[in-house]
């Protein structure tokens, strides 16, 4: 996490490539952060009809926006401070979804971190290495948004 806010964060941002969110206590201490970017991701058809993810016919690609990272401090690990973090990413993403027809949030996960990933409504998209891919379709979040 560390080496990722001192290293990575400030000049992915400056390329204007990703966005980082701070989350930070009454002091100014780091709680935590996550960062987000826009993207594109090829799924075969059974799973996009998992994610309930309908495309027309000529397009291969759907729109969607990726979780980069997701981190809190240890100090304030298992405080709920993932799942506060973890409604902040939903709600900006539905916002962005809602203004620009976005079908997907995803995240390529740790092994690790897939059951915290589930738990916020993730599934499960594919293995790629060391990561697994998850998923999470848009709409019942703008529907959420509109009510």
Same mark, same amino acid.
Do not use: W
């Given at each position: 996490m560390q080496? *990722?806010? @001192? /290293?990575?964060s400030l000049e992915l941002m400056?390329? &204007?490539v990703v966005r980082t969110r701070l989350v930070l206590d009454g002091n100014k201490?780091?709680?935590?952060?996550?960062?987000? *970017? &826009? &993207?594109v991701v090829k799924i075969n058809k059974s799973k996009r009809e998992e994610l309930n !993810?309908?495309?027309?016919?000529? !397009?291969?690609e759907i729109p969607a926006i990726r979780l980069h990272y997701l %981190? !809190?401090?240890n100090n304030y690990m298992k405080q709920g401070y993932g799942s506060f973090l973890m409604s902040s990413v939903l $709600? &900006?993403?539905?916002? #962005?979804? @809602?203004?620009? %027809?976005?079908?997907?949030? =995803? #995240? /390529?996960? =740790?092994k690790s971190a /897939? %059951?915290? $990933?589930?738990?916020? %409504? *993730?599934?499960h998209i594919r293995s790629e290495g060391k990561f697994d891919m998850m998923g999470m379709n848009t709409k019942g979040l703008i529907e959420l948004l509109d009510s």
């Open positions: 080496i *990722f806010l @001192q /290293e990575e400056e390329r &204007n201490n780091l709680i935590g952060f996550y960062s987000l *970017f &826009n &993207n !993810v309908f495309l027309p016919h000529e !397009v291969k %981190g !809190v401090d $709600y &900006n993403c539905a916002k #962005v979804a @809602q203004m620009s %027809g976005c079908s997907l949030i =995803t #995240v /390529e996960s =740790t /897939e %059951g915290f $990933y589930a738990k916020h %409504g *993730f599934m």
